[in-house]
Nanobody, 116 residues
Framework: QAQLVESGGGLVQAGGSLRLSCAAS????????MHWFRQAPGKDREFVAT????????YYADSVKGRFTISRDNAKNTVYLQMNSLKPEDTAVYYC?????????WGQGTQVTVSS
């Protein structure tokens, strides 16, 4: 059974940085694109970033482009999201996602709170 476990969230002041991790198990994740999403209170879950299976290609939402960096270490089955220059509007629960044979797998999420 595929599992994703996020960690690294917390409370940070505006302008600060956090690094999120997503540990994957139960499947060969090194062959999959991996994604980060986030959901703020009262809002829909939204796309944040994608990294292809090799790590060579990345995509970002416009709202985080230039501030966030997604990366992966396939030897550790882990995906990262480095978040710099954080803003209060980045406050949300951040989720790791993988799609396996048409089914979406999600972690439990990690809370990121940015104070002004």
């Amino acid at each position: 059974q595929a599992q994703l476990v996020e960690s690294g969230g917390g409370l940070v002041q505006a302008g600060g940085s956090l690094r999120l991790s997503c540990a994957a198990s139960g499947h060969t994740f090194s062959t999959l694109g991996m994604h980060w999403f986030r959901q703020a209170p009262g809002k829909d879950r939204e796309f944040v970033a994608t990294v292809t299976w090799s790590g060579a290609i990345t995509y970002y939402a416009d709202s985080v482009k230039g501030r966030f960096t997604i990366s992966r270490d396939n030897a550790k089955n882990t995906v990262y999201l480095q978040m710099n220059s954080l803003k209060p509007e980045d406050t949300a629960v951040y989720y790791c996602n993988a799609r396996i044979r048409g089914n979406d797998y999600w972690g439990q999420g990690t809370q990121v709170t940015v104070s002004s």
